[in-house]
């Protein structure tokens, strides 16, 4: 008697069940506590500088060491998923950087925390690969794109819940607290996580050997469902030979893995400085420090928006043009948030718009990537991307970024960015000092002429309407900001 065969991606196609929604909401909690403890850096760096009397710059190394962390995790914990299975590398950093981060919070110097934040990325940039391409093998293709990235948006809503949280803990408890949170929580949450998150099914049919683990998945997935003990389960697809990494380059994939990594890197680039900067670029802008993680929120709550809007429009639409408009969208929004700090609310607005278009086209593109790529070499597909589009890169200080938009915004608003006037304390100091050139002296005794008037201190700062008044004022009396 011929034994029966089992399409088991064709069984997955037709239904979408509890236990499959129970794989993505696992996932999705996983890559919750990933996008708190990614962005817990950024909400805490302005409360670092001011704990530790060091400049923002300073605090740059440590924003890449997270990130080559980030890297190195996607690209090795990619093949290794690929190698010995989703499950257990999905187990093993979730543990990983539950540690680490409660290991940061005993940071007492920048080489230290430089070191934590950098073992932490590789806990972090191994489990996002992993949780994409689990929730990619569970789901049916009719909702695919859609279900990805509602399961992402569990790492904008960790993210934005970081910023919520940070508010509160850095006033009440320090900034240590929020890595003492980002760490104690998956420490709990991996004491039951083994116990509801299952291999994938595909994986498992595509390296083959395992059939009584796929057939109690499949009774799962459809406690009706009563497998023939002989049954013999396919896939679509085949279990390629050679290193798995080459193989994003065979049967034709080249091009499209290359234009992809040009993709993640240009988006991650934006969605990096971003998240980084942004509160201590709103807190340069004059805003509290708590205002300000509040505000940077909405960054991540405009990338939920915009994740479940774009999953329906991919699953429906070409998911490419959908991109292409997306990342459209993206750059009108971040040259906005530039020039509309002398409103809060225009800010806010062009946050909100930013995350739904930066966030939302990074989350459909982890989307896009999944489905390109079979099962045997998903995790190093999705892992490679994220680890290219990681690479580090130099980016501009929190000071260089902020010195133009926060000299054309007092010029409107009327209140001195506090730049200038440091500029002119600067060259006051240094003219006493004698450091500079000075020019000859000013002679009183010609025809007509009339004594030397003396500069005041608020002459450096008249670039600005507020400086400028006192500038033209009788007294000239020092702005506030001296």
């Known amino acids: 008697m011929k034994a029966p065969i089992v399409n088991v991606q064709g069984f997955i196609d037709r239904r979408f069940g509890g236990f499959q929604l129970q794989v993505v909401a696992l996932c999705a909690l996983i890559v919750l506590i990933d996008g708190f403890d990614t962005q817990a850096i950024g909400y805490v760096a302005p409360a670092i500088v001011k704990s530790w009397h060091v400049q923002r710059q300073d605090l740059g190394p440590v924003f890449a060491a997270g990130l080559t962390g980030l890297m190195v995790g996607a690209l090795?914990?990619?093949?290794?998923?690929?190698?010995?299975?989703?499950?257990?590398?999905?187990?093993?950093?979730?543990?990983?950087?539950?540690?680490?981060?409660?290991?940061?919070?005993t940071a007492n110097s920048l080489q230290v925390l430089l070191a934590f934040r950098f073992l932490t990325g590789l806990g972090l940039g191994g489990a996002m690969p992993n949780a994409i391409a689990l929730t990619t093998e569970y789901a049916p293709r009719r909702v695919r794109a859609t279900t990805i990235m509602?399961?992402?948006?569990?790492?904008?809503?960790?993210?934005?819940?970081?910023?919520?949280?940070?508010?509160?803990?850095?006033?009440?408890?320090?900034?240590?607290?929020?890595?003492?949170?980002?760490?104690?929580?998956?420490?709990?949450?991996?004491?039951?996580?083994?116990?509801?998150?299952?291999?994938?099914?595909?994986?498992?049919?595509?390296?083959?050997?395992?059939?009584?683990?796929?057939?109690?998945?499949?009774?799962?997935?459809?406690?009706?469902?009563?497998?023939?003990?002989?049954?013999?389960?396919?896939?679509?697809?085949?279990?390629?030979?050679?290193?798995?990494?080459?193989?994003?380059?065979?049967?034709g994939r080249g091009r499209f893995t290359l234009l992809t990594w040009v993709v993640f890197f240009m988006s991650?680039?934006?969605?990096?400085?971003?998240t980084s900067w942004l509160p201590t670029i709103i807190h340069d802008a004059g805003i509290p420090v708590a205002n300000a993680a509040v505000i940077t929120a909405m960054f991540q709550v405009g990338g939920i928006a915009g994740t479940l809007l774009l999953g329906r429009l991919f699953d429906r639409f070409s998911p490419y043009a959908m991109?292409?408009?997306t990342y459209l969208g993206a750059g009108a929004f971040v040259v906005l948030i530039g020039t509309a700090a002398a409103s809060t609310t225009l800010?806010?607005?062009?946050?909100?718009?930013?995350?739904?278009?930066?966030?939302?086209?990074?989350?459909?593109a982890n989307a896009l990537t999944a489905e390109s790529y079979p099962t045997a070499i998903r995790s190093t597909g999705v892992g490679w991307a994220l680890g290219i589009?990681?690479?580090?890169?130099?980016?501009?200080?929190?000071?260089?970024?902020?010195?133009?938009?926060?000299?054309?915004?007092?010029?409107?608003?009327?209140?001195?960015s506090a730049i200038w006037c440091r500029k002119g304390r600067a060259r006051r100091a240094s003219r006493r000092s004698g450091a500079t050139r000075r020019r000859a002296p000013f002679s009183s005794k010609r025809v007509g002429s009339s004594p030397p008037r003396r500069r005041s201190g608020a002459c450096w700062c008249s670039r600005t309407p507020a400086c400028a008044g006192i500038r033209r004022s009788p007294t000239r009396s020092m702005p506030a900001c001296s």
């Open 76 to 105: 090795a914990f990619g093949p290794i998923a690929d190698r010995f299975g989703r499950r257990p590398v999905l187990l093993f950093c979730t543990l990983f950087f539950g540690v680490l981060s409660l290991l940061t919070a």
């Open 150 to 251: 509602i399961m992402f948006c569990g790492f904008s809503l960790g993210a934005a819940l970081g910023g919520l949280a940070a508010a509160g803990l850095i006033a009440r408890f320090g900034w240590k607290a929020v890595f003492v949170v980002g760490g104690a929580v998956p420490c709990l949450f991996f004491a039951f996580l083994p116990r509801g998150l299952p291999e994938s099914i595909r994986y498992l049919v595509v390296r083959g050997g395992r059939n009584a683990e796929v057939a109690s998945i499949l009774e799962r997935i459809d406690p009706s469902m009563r497998p023939d003990p002989a049954a013999v389960f396919t896939v679509e697809e085949h279990k390629p030979k050679g290193f798995v990494v080459a193989q994003l380059f065979a049967e």
């Open 268 to 274: 991650l680039l934006d969605l990096y400085f971003l």
């Open 323 to 325: 991109l292409a408009l």
């Open 347 to 364: 800010l806010v607005a062009t946050i909100f718009g930013a995350g739904f278009c930066v966030v939302g086209g990074q989350i459909g």
């Open 389 to 416: 589009g990681r690479i580090p890169r130099r980016t501009p200080s929190a000071r260089s970024a902020t010195k133009g938009s926060a000299a054309r915004t007092s010029r409107r608003s009327g209140r001195c």
